[in-house]
């Protein structure tokens, strides 16, 4: 792959490789504009409504909210496999007495998430360590494979004949926050299973503003409503920003180092990998412990 300058590889390193419906409306525009027929990059007709993979940036304009990024959501149902994968290894391999090599590796890492649940959090559910333990190692496991060079792969699928191809799924805002988003769910679960729905109700709508007077209580309920509703959609989009921009800057410094370094890149990249390992399991531990926390506020019955 030939690049004219630095920025054309930073963007086509950053592009994700994109299946999406193609918008009516933006190809009748484009018509209008050129008082042509819209062409795809391959000579062929761009149809209006139907359903594409992106191999070029002006393909990439004429999709619109319908798009998948079909590079990290395979990536990342790829390392959730290899996570149920190694488990259930070290289960049937798991034996009475000392474990040892692999197996003591999988129990060090069960019984770290079972301490950190076990000092957090203060209700009883049987659901939080195994999600705890799901969370820090899915998590884990995708920011790791920013450890690959960012040429290996990608180059490997433009062989292939694709175009764009991204692999990190913590790059992507759509995938941090789609797993926020699923804690916030299990926020108001939790929430509903321990205070009931009307406990729920009075949580978001009687809090922080009270009165002992009926009409400034009812006066206060939308004024409560915006600021509590405000205080949990924080936590999940904060939850994904955070995790995403960590990730997302640590990724770009790679980039930028075999954008401009070329064959110097090692030079900062792999003192910058060194770095990122702490960096990546860091990232997996705070996401686990918010989500741990979260829960286990939302569980409380007071």
């Not at 019984?111 to 649940?117: G, P, R, T, W």
């Not at 995790?243 to 410094?253: P, S, T």
């Amino acid at each position: 792959m030939a690049y004219e300058t630095p920025q054309d590889y930073i963007q086509h390193h950053l592009t994700h490789l994109t299946y999406g419906r193609v918008v009516p409306s933006r190809v009748e525009e484009a018509q209008q504009a050129t008082g042509e027929a819209v062409l795809r990059c391959d000579g062929s007709p761009l149809e209006a409504g139907s359903w594409i993979v992106a191999q070029c940036y002006e393909e990439l304009e004429f999709l619109g909210f319908w798009a998948f990024h079909i590079d990290v959501l395979g990536w990342s149902g790829l390392l959730g496999l290899v996570f149920i994968g190694l488990f259930t290894l070290a289960a049937r391999r798991a034996q009475s007495g000392v474990p040892q090599g692999f197996v003591n590796f999988i129990e060090v890492i069960v019984e770290f998430v079972d301490n950190q649940v076990r000092d957090t959090f203060n209700g009883k559910s049987k659901l939080i360590a195994p999600l705890a333990l799901t969370i820090f190692c899915w998590v884990f496991l995708m920011n790791a494979v920013k450890l690959i060079p960012v040429d290996f792969i990608p180059g490997a699928a433009h062989w292939a004949g694709l175009e764009f191809y991204k692999i990190v799924p913590t790059v992507d805002p759509n995938i941090t926050l789609s797993m926020s988003f699923c804690v916030l769910l299990l926020i108001i679960g939790f929430s509903i299973k321990a205070k009931g729905v009307g406990g729920f109700i009075s949580e978001l709508t009687l809090h922080p503003f009270s009165a002992s007077n009926i009409v400034l209580k009812i006066l206060l309920i939308p004024v409560n409503l915006v600021l509590e509703l405000a205080a949990l959609l924080a936590k999940p989009i904060s939850l994904g920003l955070r995790l995403f921009g960590n990730m997302y800057a640590g990724e770009f410094v790679f980039i930028l180092a075999a954008a401009l370094m070329g064959a110097w890149q090692v030079a900062v990249a792999w003192p910058w990998a060194v770095f990122h390992i702490l960096v990546i399991t860091l990232q997996a531990f705070i996401f686990m412990m918010l989500t741990i926390v979260y829960l286990s506020l939302a569980s409380e019955k007071h």
